[in-house]
């Protein structure tokens, strides 16, 4: 007899002392480890639906109370009919199963019941050897002592391969049907049993037909154990199945912001608990406003092969992020454009005008547009002659987007103070203190942009965008909480005389007026950007509720694009238009914010003569007192005997 042969005789001994209960086992062979199911971490939205997964195997353990019946009578009819009588090892299966290794001389069958299945998934790997085998039927005799049938048949199906990564049952009734385990119905339950005996080959995905012709085989059992009658088996092996279609391994809805929660996830959790200690991972993300800005970008991109987007959508309130995308397609490019730097253009103008509001200046104060000429830098505006050739007030170089009078500001206070200011509105980005930062020369990202463009709506106040809630285990504890940072970047009276300025961008005289065709029933505000050569699109703004910054352009930096009022305001416009981003019809206003009408061509006190007006908005005692001088109304008055 060969030495393989031997060595088999002897595995049979020990199987027969095993069976025989042999006390000595007990003091050199290992006790049965506990069992350890590895769960996968799930990634909600802030209402807590489900966006994302982050696991080693796709597996979500539940109750055997939580499992279709169906479920339970299809698997034991296909994997083990005697496994409520046997106590873990089928003898006969075993001896049938010596007796063909014998023959081969090496190990090429196993006698496998529920039980040494259940074992073999949880702590054995898949290599054929006698020790294994006989290490294998001690741990399930142990199985069988320690755990009750119901409890081992729980494990078994949370533990087995359904095909197409899904491990357990819960796991497999929403990979192929998206539902839970407990709503499964006979034909459903049947098919996944099906599977058990090949899963990588045989299943709903893989092939169907040879799937349906194992449900077949189940059913046909069932009916033999008597748990269903032969009409069941004939209704359920009619009735059409609807199985999903094969989804993608990243969720479709938002995976740019998915890497983001992982990284930061990995930073807080140590991989080995992330990836199977089923922990729960609440985000901010709003799956509805996901999917508007998903839908918008879409459609809008498909008249413009290979152009590139980003868009971020914050919450006023709060700062979270409720949508993000990072580019046109994460399967193509998994970039995230979001967090690159690019040159804002003139969307950059704000935070300018708010260090020219907190020097003193008011939305009213007038400025020369012309010709300048800063030690050989000489801005223009767009189009020709390049200058406006006349004084604007603030607010009207701030709807026209003006170039010029910018610089002339920041020449006045110096490029350092600039830099200064936008530290204060969170921008981590190196800035040049030169002076065509004035018009947005400095690259900074979308992120810093709608982060520092919230302050407005916001009352002044930075808070630093954010995009989880919490981790928290499975059973609730909490392991990390997101806590954003937040300081006072700037007076309230002065954001909202901001904010005020920037409506009027969106007006008939700003650069953005086309999309006032688009929006409807609600206030808007914000400003367009447009770089060099027309290599970046901008438009960053706000209603009442959401800040949203849309960045369009090529990852080459040489190639054009567009302004920002023509391409990338039409964009925006259509995402904040939504109903479910849609604000209210008008901003919350400071208590001491007074607004007057404005002459555009004197800054002063608008009167009757004066065709050129706006209202615009100051903090109390700020107010222009005079009457504008420029325009003089001389009333005609009837005097009696003329």
Not at 9 to 14: Q, S, Y
């Amino acid at each position: 007899m060969t030495r393989s042969k031997w060595r088999l005789a002897v595995m049979v001994i020990l199987f027969l002392f095993l069976l025989s209960g042999c006390k000595p086992l007990n003091q050199w062979l290992p006790r049965l480890p506990q069992p350890q199911l590895p769960a996968a971490t799930l990634i909600t939205d802030h209402k807590g639906r489900v966006i994302g997964q982050i696991y080693e195997q796709k597996r979500y353990p539940v109750k055997l109370k939580d499992i279709s019946p169906y479920v339970l009578q299809a698997v034991i009819a296909a994997e083990d009919r005697d496994f409520y009588l046997h106590q873990g090892l089928d003898p006969a299966g075993i001896i049938r199963a010596i007796w063909h290794n014998l023959r081969a001389g090496r190990i090429v069958e196993g006698g496998s019941t529920i039980s040494q299945q259940t074992v073999k998934n949880l702590f054995l790997s898949q290599e054929r050897t006698w020790k294994r085998k006989l290490l294998e039927a001690w741990w399930v005799i142990q199985l069988e002592q320690q755990y009750t049938k119901d409890e081992i048949l729980e494990l078994y199906l949370n533990s087995v391969y359904f095909g197409e990564g899904a491990y357990g049952i819960e796991a497999a009734a929403q990979t192929y049907f998206g539902k839970r385990a407990k709503d499964l119905n006979l034909a459903e339950s049947a098919l996944l049993a099906a599977t058990l005996k090949a899963p990588s080959r045989v299943n709903p995905w893989a092939n169907l037909e040879a799937t349906k012709k194992r449900q077949r085989y189940v059913l046909q059992q069932m009916v033999e154990m008597k748990v269903i009658t032969p009409e069941q088996a004939r209704q359920a092996e009619e009735q059409p199945l609807q199985i999903r279609k094969k989804q993608r391994a990243v969720s479709s809805l938002a995976p740019y912001f998915l890497d983001l929660v992982k990284q930061q996830a990995e930073k807080q959790v140590d991989q080995e608990t992330l990836l199977a200690g089923g922990l729960k991972i609440e985000t901010t993300l709003d799956a509805e406003i996901q999917q508007v800005v998903n839908d918008r970008v879409q459609t809008y991109l498909q008249k413009y092969p290979g152009l590139q987007v980003a868009v971020i959508v914050l919450e006023n309130d709060s700062g979270a992020v409720r949508a993000l995308t990072g580019g046109r397609d994460w399967w193509q490019s998994s970039y995230n454009r979001v967090l690159a730097r690019r040159q804002p253009g003139s969307a950059f103008k704000p935070f300018l005008y708010a260090l020219a509001l907190e020097q003193g200046m008011q939305a009213n104060s007038l400025y020369k547009c012309e010709p300048v000429n800063f030690k050989g830098y000489q801005p223009q505006d767009y189009g020709r002659p390049g200058y406006h050739g006349r004084e604007l007030t603030m607010a009207e170089a701030v709807w026209v987007s003006d170039n010029i009078i910018p610089v002339k500001i920041l020449a006045q206070y110096g490029p350092e103070q600039l830099v200064k200011e936008a530290k204060k509105f969170g921008f981590t980005s190196p800035l040049p203190p030169v002076l065509s930062l004035a018009l947005g020369s400095g690259e900074v990202t979308p992120w810093e942009m709608a982060a520092a463009y919230r302050v407005f709506p916001g009352k002044g106040q930075y808070i630093e965008p954010w995009y989880i809630s919490r981790i928290v285990t499975g059973t609730g504890t909490n392991l990390w909480q997101g806590q954003p940072r937040r300081w006072q970047a700037l007076g309230p009276e002065l954001a909202f005389q901001l904010l005020d300025m920037m409506r009027g961008v969106t007006g008939p005289q700003g650069t953005a007026a086309r999309i006032s065709q688009i929006i409807r029933n609600q206030a808007v505000a914000g400003k367009t950007g447009t770089t060099q050569e027309n290599r970046d699109a901008w438009f960053a703004g706000f209603n009442s509720k959401y800040t949203v910054v849309v960045w369009l352009g090529y990852d080459l930096k040489g190639k054009g694009v567009g302004t920002g009022g023509k391409m990338a305001a039409p964009l925006w416009a259509e995402i904040v238009n939504s109903p479910a981003l849609r604000g209210e019809m008008e901003f919350n206003v400071p208590g001491n914010i007074v607004k007057e009408k404005v002459c555009l061509d004197s800054g002063q006190k608008a009167g009757p003569a004066c065709e050129r007006t706006a209202e615009l908005a100051f903090e109390q005692g700020k107010e222009p007192q005079e009457y504008c001088a420029l325009h003089w109304f001389v009333p005609f008055i009837n005097l009696p005997g003329f």
